[in-house]
């Protein structure tokens, strides 16, 4: 099965988060729409979903759930026929793979609508697990998560406010999702705690931008 074939069902992860925020009946773009698990939500939820997909095999299980499917590397792909035409794109775990995140970023402003949104979640490498990692000399990537082996960037909340303000979009919504080195805390009463230090106590921000008027 390709790697990313799943959705995660947490009220307060991503995936549930970037549904919330993109509403129902909207025009969407999903980069790296992997196998569609969150094309077919959004589908579910009256969108339209064009999705972008580097692997092959994913791309063909996920033109289940979209209008269409292009099997393509978001930094190289030709132009797409869909100037000034989407309510919402999403880059869900998908700039940390990029040579260059912030050119995608201003790439992507042609294709939204003047009133439309991106939808972006970035790993927070400032996250508490890995500070602690660190102390004890301990720096090793895995094929998951933060330190997932095929990420070429890395965030804290400072660069990842940054990335998105430098690519012409006002930050209108902040969210994370949360670590908390607290034992059997409830997930609401963790991302609370998260909120109020998301440098520290985030694993993903989730950050929702709208261009920014001149």
């Known amino acids: ?49 064009i999705g972008i997909e580097m692997d092959g095999e994913s791309a063909q299980m996920a033109k289940e759930h979209c209008e269409a499917v292009q099997v393509a590397d978001v930094e190289t792909m030709e132009d797409l026929p869909y100037h000034d035409y989407f309510d919402c794109i999403l880059l869900l775990d998908v700039l940390e793979h990029l040579r260059s995140p912030l ?9 939204l609508r003047k009133d439309g949104s991106i939808i972006v979640s970035l790993p927070n490498i400032a996250n508490w697990m890995i500070r602690w990692g660190l102390l004890f000399g301990r720096f090793r990537y895995s094929d998951y998560g933060i330190l997932d082996r095929t990420h070429l960037r890395f965030f804290d909340e400072t660069s990842a406010r940054k990335l998105i303000s430098d690519a012409g979009f006002e930050i209108i919504k902040f969210d994370i999702v949360p670590t908390v080195p607290i034992i059997h805390v409830r997930i609401s009463i963790a991302h609370s705690i998260a909120k109020m230090r998301p440098n520290l106590f985030a694993k993903q921000f989730i950050i929702e931008g709208r261009l920014k008027r001149d």
């Open 103 to 111: 050119s995608v970023l201003k790439r992507m402003k042609a294709y």
């Open 1 to 49: 099965m390709p790697k990313y074939d799943a959705f995660d069902s947490n009220r307060f992860g991503v995936h549930t988060t970037a549904l919330n925020l993109v509403g129902k009946n909207k025009k969407v773009l999903e980069i790296g729409c992997a196998t569609g698990q969150v094309s077919r939500r959004l589908k579910e939820n009256g969108c339209e979903v």
